[in-house]
């Protein structure tokens, strides 16, 4: 089983950054997906989450209207567009994967696959 998290780096405040999160080893298709991320000093939280068919999706409340999770079924694939990022979007970004429970509430426990994170770095 594995979740190999891409696509970090460092960019400007104000611009965008694309993560990919590559799955491999189970039943993709049956999973939710969710990205979390985690700051210097803080613990770690839930960002934006889908259900299975991509028809549920969730974003915390601070990446709202600036963050767009999608899924490929097909490739097996997860992704977390970010567009205005500002410094305190700064963070290891972390996706996983889980088969039932309460993925929706970003509830850790309930996701069985995790990455191995990403950094990303916004900063002038």
């Known amino acids: 089983v594995q979740l190999q998290a891409s696509g970090g780096g460092l960019v400007q405040p104000g611009g965008s950054l694309t993560l990919s999160c590559a799955a491999s080893g189970f039943t993709f298709e049956f999973h939710a997906v969710g990205w979390f991320r985690q700051a210097p000093g803080k613990k770690r939280e839930g960002v934006s989450c889908?259900?299975?068919?991509?028809?549920?999706?969730f974003y915390a409340d601070s990446v709202k209207g600036r963050f767009t999770i999608s899924r490929d079924n097909a490739k097996k694939m997860v992704y977390l567009q970010m567009n205005s990022l500002q410094p305190n979007d700064t963070a290891v970004y972390y996706c996983a994967a889980a088969n039932g429970g309460a993925w929706y509430n970003f509830r850790e426990d309930a996701y069985d696959y995790w990455g191995q994170g990403t950094l990303v770095t916004v900063s002038s």
């Open positions: 889908a259900g299975v068919s991509d028809r549920n999706i």
